[in-house]
């Protein structure tokens, strides 16, 4: 049984950005080949997902399924013993974090940092033109 990778995107915002879904699939394919893996499909989470129920379900359906390629850690959206109950099979690499998870030994160390991160006050950063955004980074700190 070949074990098949794949790339999980979002259309939500995470984390205080939007990354368009090109993007998302452009840092995927990257970081897999950066670890000398190809991607055989992509997850697509809906943009008012409110949790990760699609990238939940692939997984329930596909079990020849080993890595998982993510944008962030904070593409999943909800922190509940069912989420990573499912993740903790599963070889995950998250490109932003350059976190890479591939035994369950190191769940535990994912799940405080995400829970973390869930309690962190985001600070959205508007960006006018590029003369504009020193300063007002500058104006922010």
Not at 57 to 68: C, F, V, Y
């Amino acid at each position: 049984m070949k074990k098949k990778s794949v790339g999980y995107i979002t259309g939500h915002k995470f984390g205080g950005w939007k990354i368009p879904q090109k993007i998302q699939t452009a840092i995927m394919h990257f970081n897999a080949k950066n670890n000398n893996i190809v991607l055989s499909y992509m997850i697509t989470e809906y943009m008012d997902s409110k949790k990760n129920d699609i990238l939940l379900e692939k997984l329930n359906e596909d079990k020849k399924i080993r890595n998982i390629f993510f944008t962030s850690a904070l593409q999943l959206k909800e922190i509940n013993g069912k989420l990573f109950n499912v993740l903790k099979n599963y070889n995950l690499y998250f490109f932003l974090e350059n976190i890479v998870i591939k035994n369950k030994s190191e769940f535990p160390n994912l799940k405080r940092y995400l829970k973390l991160l869930s309690r962190r006050r985001e600070r959205p950063f508007y960006r006018k033109n590029y003369l504009h955004v020193f300063s007002d980074f500058k104006k922010r700190v």
